[in-house]
């Protein structure tokens, strides 16, 4: 920092000590670009650590509560809001950017969707990063120089930073971001700040480009800047690397990433590969290509690992196979049979790729059922104890996937003209990904699930009501809020709550409402007891909280997942409640 101040003092110095030595001021403004640079890398490596301390703090807190819940029952202590907290929570974490829209997506039609609003807390991430680009782009610009001086030092500083926001770029685009697990941000998150970053990139780009083409052009005129643009190697590929930098965003929209997903996510690659090839050439030699290496190296250990870790799931004395059964409602049920053992935790999913229906897509899909199945015969098929197989044990993931367009109708298609509508498929499963909220600590949990989004949350319930026997967790009262179109539609998942159904002291502590939105009649709306309950028609998310608060026990933890309407309603809710109790919204989304 001393070396920065020095450097611009030496900047506001006259103008005959400034301009007049060319070479060593130049070297001079090159060490600021530098200094820049690094100091807009620090800043957000101080926003990641203010995050970790905050989410350690988080952490730690829940952990504390978790142990104390074991021995009280009532919990009363937990459930008083924290004044301070409430209100940052209610006015600025949990709050949309404008009123209470944010995760429904704004559409101009069924086909066109342009995308949902980032929240407060995100627009505040949004306009701080952006705000510190544009100072660092334009702080220490000799402005009342000659007109070549500033745009000479313009063009190299949006270069510089350009390249520069390349690492953090590449970094939080990777599915193995390893900052996902340190600080609990989902990678939903990340992805936006990607966008945000691609964005910036492309503008100091452009900046870069026009700094030094206008003064060209008023000089020699445009003619001439075309043929020098086309002698000069070293101006060619970086206006090659700059096409394919604008090309990332102009294919890049959202009814364009909808509309043509597979076309966007392998061109997207292709014109990153390109891009940062050619910009290699374009910076040959010069003191920027550093951070340039820093992302290549971060874009291919991502790569490597993906490839690492799909091999190692999927390869070995046997392959990943996977059962998928059409079933009523347009949706299938995967049942993956692992080639190695998988601990599953809840709220974790994977990216399944199946060759033989797309070679290069790969599609992420929460899990909803796991089971480790023990072997019980030798090689040659005769029955051995399970002592004798040394603990070996298969797991199984189940899949819950409803039939949109692309990938997932023609698996749908290939599986409803098989025999009993079934099919085997050679499979491979990349991950787990995910799993960064813990419901351990909370002693009232809600669970609101739309649709298949019932498959993030049953392995909650499963965990959550199997802690509860076993003394392991603070849930006391735990409540599945799962709404569907149809009754047909409780096929789904039929297996997996026969088991959850099954559960020691599963009444003690479950109950489950239903909520049909499209029933045909209403002899179909039949409530099996008490402690499962069906309803025609959506529910008033407001009453439902307001029961839960009512009996609340301990902290209150609302998890959903679902389309935006769904949780924006519950998040509008949750943010009302804030002053009221110790309400924790956690919203599990995947925008893209």
């Not at 290939?414 to 009993?420: G, Q, V």
């Amino acid at each position: 920092m001393s070396h920065l101040l020095f450097c611009l003092s030496l900047v506001g110095l006259s103008s005959a000590t400034v301009l007049d030595k060319r070479g060593g001021d130049w070297a001079i403004y090159e060490i600021v670009n530098d200094d820049l640079a690094r100091i807009s890398l620090m800043v957000l490596g101080l926003m990641a650590a203010f995050i970790y301390v905050w989410k350690m703090g988080f952490r730690i807190s829940h952990h504390l509560r978790r142990l104390a819940s074991f021995n009280n029952s009532g919990q009363r202590y937990f459930r008083s809001p924290h004044e301070t907290l409430s209100f940052v929570k209610n006015h600025v974490i949990y709050a949309p950017l404008f009123r209470t829209r944010h995760n429904r997506e704004f559409q101009l039609s069924r086909a066109v969707n342009m995308g949902t609003l980032p929240s407060r807390f995100h627009a505040f991430i949004l306009i701080g990063i952006i705000a510190m680009n544009v100072t660092v782009c334009v702080v220490t610009v000799p402005y009342k120089k000659e007109e070549d001086s500033v745009a000479g030092v313009i063009r190299n500083r949006t270069g510089t930073m350009a390249t520069v926001n390349l690492i953090p770029l590449v970094l939080l685009a990777g599915r193995n971001n390893p900052l996902i697990k340190l600080l609990e941000v989902p990678f939903d998150t990340y992805n936006l700040i990607h966008r945000w970053l691609a964005r910036i990139v492309v503008c100091e780009t452009l900046a870069h480009v026009f700094a030094w083409a206008i003064p060209k052009a008023q000089k020699i005129g445009w003619s001439a800047v075309g043929k020098a643009l086309g002698h000069s190697n070293f101006l060619l590929v970086g206006l090659i690397a700059t096409a394919a930098f604008v090309g990332l965003v102009v294919h890049s929209p959202s009814p364009i990433r909808h509309a043509f997903y597979e076309t966007f996510l392998h061109l997207h690659i292709v014109m990153a590969a390109l891009s940062m090839g050619f910009l290699w050439v374009h910076l040959n030699g010069l003191p920027a290509q550093t951070y340039l290496l820093v992302a290549i190296i971060f874009w291919a250990l991502e790569r490597a690992s993906r490839l690492a870790i799909l091999l190692y799931r999927n390869c070995g004395r046997k392959s990943t196979t996977a059962l998928v059964e059409a079933l009523p409602g347009d949706a299938m049920r995967i049942t993956l049979r692992m080639a190695r053992p998988w601990t599953f935790q809840p709220g974790q999913h994977i990216y399944l790729y199946i060759p033989t229906v797309g070679w290069w897509s790969s599609h992420p899909f929460s899990v909803g059922w796991s089971e480790a199945e023990e072997l019980v015969s030798d090689e040659k098929g005769l029955p051995v104890t399970r002592q004798d197989m040394f603990g070996k044990k298969h797991t199984s993931l189940s899949l819950l996937v409803r039939r949109r367009t692309g990938f997932t109708n023609k698996l749908f298609q290939r599986a409803l003209s098989s025999p009993n509508s079934q099919v085997t498929l050679r499979a491979f499963a990349e991950g787990p990904y995910g799993s960064i909220h813990s419901m351990d600590s909370y002693g009232t949990v809600v669970l609101f699930a739309g649709g298949v989004g019932i498959t993030h949350q049953v392995p909650f319930v499963r965990h959550l009501v199997q802690g509860y026997a076993e003394g392991t967790v603070a849930a006391r009262r735990v409540t599945l809020v799962w709404i569907i179109q149809s009754p047909e539609h409780l096929e789904w998942i039929r297996p997996w709550m026969t088991s959850i159904l099954a559960m020691d002291r599963r009444r003690e502590v479950l109950r489950i409402m239903l909520f049909v939105t499209r029933p045909r009649n209403t002899k179909e709306i039949q409530s099996p007891s008490s402690t499962v309950q069906m309803f025609p028609g959506r529910p008033n998310i407001d009453t439902l909280i307001g029961m839960e608060v009512e009996s609340q026990v301990g902290a209150m933890g609302v998890l959903v997942c679902g389309n935006g309407g769904l949780s924006d309603d519950v998040r509008r809710v949750c943010r009302k409640r804030q002053n009221q109790t110790q309400v924790d919204y956690i919203e599990e989304s995947f925008t893209w």
